[in-house]
């Protein structure tokens, strides 16, 4: 079955980024033993492995853009999929569909599938988890198969109601670094490979910089697309530059990435959420060490498949008492309540209050709990005063040797050939068949409870200012 497979793609664009490159090098997977066609409302600005058909009604709402009838996308998309196949296609594989980017695109899918298309919606990004403004009021498509790119998102999705045989896991596959002949020339610079969004959490960056033992640079690749991002991005660019900090911008923008990452002394990552979680892996494939913050929930999986992430640390405590209790809580009060509102969803005052008493145990609370306003008070003190920066150790031990693992070597080594071993194209190739063949036999009768996919995303014992809230200069 799996030479004669026929695959549609949809995605609202191909621009460079994370879920294009998915796209990408599923279609180059499976090329090789099948067929391939790329429904897009924005086309490729490079080489793209595959036909495209460019449907303008498939692409994001935007200012001055008409809004097409739903009806009339569906009937452009059935059009291209029947001029390349008589026959149609086996699946119409649709990537990141709950994301309220084009406010049709659920009503077009539901007309996709009363003329019996067979839908296979992959999951990168949920409106649920931090993304208030992409949020669909409307129902999810029920009645299709499911896809995720990680056991957590798999395991929500099941609790929210979808069934083990319409729900599949398909983790991204890793491309290895390839040395390059030439020599690079080390720097004395630490790398966060990162594109600056908030969640990234480019202030913790910025303070664990403050404790680099050899007056190593900290540098950041490349700055973010939307709005409320580039604002917070500024607003760190000003403030390092008020302070006099030793952090670089935009290095990716003028400088070739390979060489970034290979004259580097070591990468870093301060995320606060993830899909993937590329930032876990990529590294080891440049024989380079990976320090920073460890999600969990995200790096579960790797580390089922051996890779060792223990070095990482989960939590950077300060003390409350350096921003206030009494403004922090007010605060982190009015963004759930306001999420609230956004939602359509209740929660007790009671609850919010909990889990902030929880946040705060022991009068400490996780940098990455705070939002930038916040996060400068921290950072400031800590270039104020000598003790502060003491105490902060004293929170925090590792703070005290950034970047040092004590088995360098074996510890890259395991978890290159990890990387390598579980993440490549050909058990990447083999799943993604195996998974388009349970698509296509298996009819499945599911659907999707949106109050419970909510709860477990606005979970009030992991809730984060910088994550949730609107950002404030």
């Given amino acids: 079955m799996a030479k004669q497979m026929k695959i549609a793609f949809i995605h609202y664009h191909l621009k460079t980024g994370g879920?294009?490159?998915?796209?990408?090098?599923?279609?180059?997977?499976?090329?090789?033993?099948?067929?391939?066609?790329?429904?897009?409302?924005?086309?490729?600005?490079?080489?793209?492995?595959?036909?495209?058909?460019?449907?303008?009604?498939?692409?994001?709402?935007?200012?001055?853009?008409?809004?097409?009838?739903?009806?009339?996308?569906?009937?452009?998309?059935?059009?291209a999929i029947?001029?390349?196949?008589?026959?149609?296609?086996?699946?119409?594989?649709?990537?990141?569909?709950?994301l309220a980017k084009n406010k049709n695109f659920l009503k077009i899918l539901k007309?996709?599938?009363?003329?019996?298309?067979?839908?296979?919606?992959?999951?990168?990004?949920?409106?649920?988890?931090?993304?208030?403004?992409s949020y669909f009021s409307d129902e999810y498509p029920s009645d299709c198969h499911y896809g995720t790119i990680n056991s957590r998102d798999y395991n929500i999705l099941l609790s929210a109601g979808l069934k083990p045989q319409g729900v599949h896991?398909?983790?991204?596959?890793?491309?290895?670094?390839?040395?390059?002949?030439?020599?690079?020339?080390?720097?004395?610079?630490?790398?966060?490979?990162?594109?600056?969004?908030?969640?990234?959490n480019i202030g913790e960056a910025i303070l664990l910089s403050l404790f680099f033992k050899n007056r190593e640079s900290l540098a950041i690749t490349l700055p973010p697309n939307s709005p409320i991002d580039i604002k917070s991005y500024t607003g760190w660019k000003e403030f390092v530059k008020e302070k006099k900090l030793d952090v670089k911008f935009d290095?990716?923008?003028?400088?070739?990435?390979?060489?970034?990452?290979?004259?580097?002394?070591?990468?870093?990552?301060?995320?606060?959420?993830?899909?993937?979680?590329?930032?876990?892996?990529?590294?080891?494939?440049?024989?380079?060490i990976l320090w920073g913050r460890k999600l969990g929930n995200i790096c579960h999986d790797f580390e089922k498949n051996g890779i060792e992430l223990n070095h990482l640390y989960t939590k950077l405590l300060v003390p409350i008492e350096w921003i206030g209790i009494e403004k922090?809580?007010?605060?982190?009060?009015?963004?759930?309540?306001?999420?609230?509102?956004?939602?359509?969803?209740?929660?007790?005052?009671?609850?919010?209050?909990k889990s902030f008493a929880i946040a705060a145990k022991n009068d400490n609370i996780d940098f990455g709990l705070l939002d930038e306003r916040f996060q400068?008070?921290?950072?400031?003190?800590?270039?104020?005063?000598?003790?502060?920066?003491?105490?902060?150790?004293?929170l925090n031990p590792y703070l005290s040797y950034p970047g040092y693992v004590p088995n360098k070597n074996e510890l890259i080594q395991n978890n290159?050939?990890?990387?390598?071993?579980?993440?490549?194209?050909?058990?990447?190739?083999?799943?993604?068949?195996?998974?388009?063949?349970?698509?296509?036999?298996?009819?499945?009768?599911?659907?999707?409870?949106?109050?419970?996919?909510?709860?477990?995303?606005l979970n009030l014992e992991q809730f984060s200012l910088l994550k949730w809230s609107d950002y404030v200069e």
Avoid at 438 to 449: E, L, P, Y
């Fill in 376 to 394: 400068k008070q921290i950072i400031f003190r800590m270039l104020s005063n000598k003790k502060d920066k003491e105490r902060l150790i004293s």
């Fill in 328 to 353: 922090l809580y007010k605060i982190w009060n009015l963004c759930i309540l306001k999420l609230c509102t956004l939602f359509d969803y209740s929660i007790n005052e009671e609850k919010i209050a």
């Fill in 19 to 79: 879920v294009t490159s998915v796209v990408k090098q599923q279609a180059e997977a499976i090329r090789k033993t099948g067929e391939v066609l790329v429904l897009t409302g924005e086309p490729a600005a490079f080489d793209f492995p595959a036909d495209i058909v460019h449907i303008p009604g498939l692409g994001y709402d935007l200012p001055h853009k008409n809004i097409s009838d739903p009806e009339n996308v569906a009937e452009s998309v059935c059009k």
């Fill in 251 to 288: 290095v990716g923008l003028k400088n070739d990435f390979t060489d970034l990452v290979m004259s580097s002394k070591f990468l870093i990552t301060t995320s606060i959420t993830e899909g993937f979680g590329f930032s876990f892996l990529e590294p080891w494939t440049a024989k380079k």
């Fill in 416 to 457: 290159m050939s990890a990387v390598l071993n579980n993440y490549n194209t050909t058990i990447y190739r083999k799943k993604l068949f195996r998974i388009y063949s349970k698509v296509v036999k298996d009819s499945v009768r599911q659907s999707i409870n949106k109050n419970i996919l909510l709860s477990k995303f």
């Fill in 82 to 98: 029947f001029s390349k196949w008589k026959d149609g296609c086996d699946i119409l594989h649709v990537h990141n569909p709950t």
């Fill in 169 to 200: 896991q398909i983790p991204n596959t890793v491309t290895p670094f390839h040395f390059k002949h030439k020599s690079v020339a080390p720097e004395n610079c630490v790398l966060y490979p990162v594109r600056a969004i908030r969640r990234k």
């Fill in 111 to 133: 007309v996709l599938q009363k003329k019996k298309i067979k839908l296979f919606l992959q999951i990168h990004d949920f409106a649920e988890d931090g993304r208030p403004l």
